[in-house]
């Protein structure tokens, strides 16, 4: 089955830095990579996502970028600030099976 | 983007007893929803995956007498947690897929979650 492997576990940036997370997985067949942001006590939030026909994509602070050669996939987050504070998932899916396959979670810390 | 409730929030019950989650779609039609389960400081664990109108599919290790999943319209899946116990205890999150234009398909939206306690 899909393994995702996210790295770093817990990252610390200033606020105004750069943040950037790294998931690799395994299966050849997934196609589709999303991003999650959760909060405590609160339920998953999608952010990004990325499909495998497409190497990235942006949305204002936040970029995914995808290596389906190397299979890995990368969250940049521009400017960060204190909101920016959650724990952050990678997930992978082939289309077929839809399930979402999820890494084990990057909790960032923006300090101000 | 689309929305997806989860109710109730959070529930305390006596070991022993059942407990039922439900799961809505708001503002879409999710013919497949997911069960999700979290422990602290952990990632998400896939328990099911709920069809409308057929039966539930279990991951391995999760016992399907135990959590009961209904998928009995479009926009509404249910898991209840049967006879439950102490290790029962954990953050229940459910998710549906969104398979309306403008999306992936493959787009997953979370509910908020249930916080379950058993005494």
């Known amino acids: 089955g899909e393994n995702v492997e996210q790295h770093p576990s817990t990252l610390s940036v200033q606020e105004g830095d750069s943040a950037v997370i790294k998931c690799t997985y395994s299966?050849?067949?997934?196609?589709?990579f999303p991003w999650y942001k959760q909060e405590l006590g609160k339920g998953p939030q999608l952010i990004i996502d990325?499909?495998?026909?497409?190497g990235e994509k942006k949305d204002q602070r936040i970029a995914v970028t995808l290596n389906k050669t190397a299979k890995h996939f990368s969250l940049h987050i521009t400017e960060t600030q204190p909101e920016d504070s959650a724990v952050y998932f990678c997930?992978?899916?082939?289309?077929?099976?839809?399930?979402?396959?999820f890494g084990k979670g990057t909790s960032l810390l923006v300090t101000p | 983007g689309a929305v997806v409730s989860q109710h109730p929030s959070w529930v305390i019950c006596k070991s022993g007893t059942s407990v039922k989650i439900e799961c809505r779609s708001l503002?879409?039609?999710?013919?497949?929803m997911f069960w999700y389960r979290q422990f602290p400081k952990q990632s998400l664990m896939l328990m099911a995956t709920?069809?409308?109108?057929?039966?539930?599919?279990?991951e391995q290790g999760v016992e399907k007498d135990k959590f009961l999943i209904n998928h009995a319209s479009l926009t509404l899946s249910t898991l209840t947690v049967t006879s439950a116990h102490p290790e029962d205890s954990s953050f229940y999150i459910c998710?549906?897929?969104?398979?309306?234009?403008?999306?992936?398909?493959?787009?997953?939206?979370f509910g908020p979650g249930t916080r379950l306690l058993v005494l």
């Open positions: 990325i499909r495998s026909n497409v």
């Open positions: 709920s069809n409308e109108g057929s039966k539930a599919t279990y």
């Open positions: 997930a992978a899916s082939p289309n077929s099976g839809y399930a979402l396959n």
């Open positions: 998710s549906a897929r969104d398979q309306g234009a403008g999306g992936f398909g493959e787009t997953q939206y």
């Open positions: 299966d050849s067949a997934s196609n589709y």
């Open positions: 503002d879409f039609q999710a013919t497949t």
